[in-house]
């Protein structure tokens, strides 16, 4: 019941699927049971990128490749557990 109610938390929160498997690995929660609650290829993490990547950017249309708000973006992407490929798409939709 914890992995459940867990892992619908930190996804309600914005996370992406590495950041929340590597908390519940910290918490010793079986790769099984992770696996069952959570999905890698699932469309969802996607659509929480790009919600949190616009959210992000106040309103900017675009943003130029490598410039302050692209390499911001990119870390904190990151930093909420997305895969590279995700933060990528995300990204793209901004970029000129």
Excluded: C, M, N
């Amino acid at each position: 019941r914890f992995t459940e109610s867990y892992s619908r938390y930190r996804i309600s929160r914005g996370f992406g699927y590495l950041h929340i498997k590597s908390d519940l690995s910290s918490r010793r929660v079986s790769d099984s049971l992770i696996d069952q609650y959570l999905i890698a290829d699932d469309e969802h993490w996607q659509v929480t990128a790009d919600e949190l990547t616009a959210k992000k950017l106040h309103g900017e249309t675009s943003i130029s490749y490598g410039s302050k708000t692209h390499r911001k973006l990119l870390r904190f992407l990151e930093s909420r557990g997305f895969a590279p490929i995700q933060i990528r798409k995300a990204l793209d939709k901004f970029l000129q």
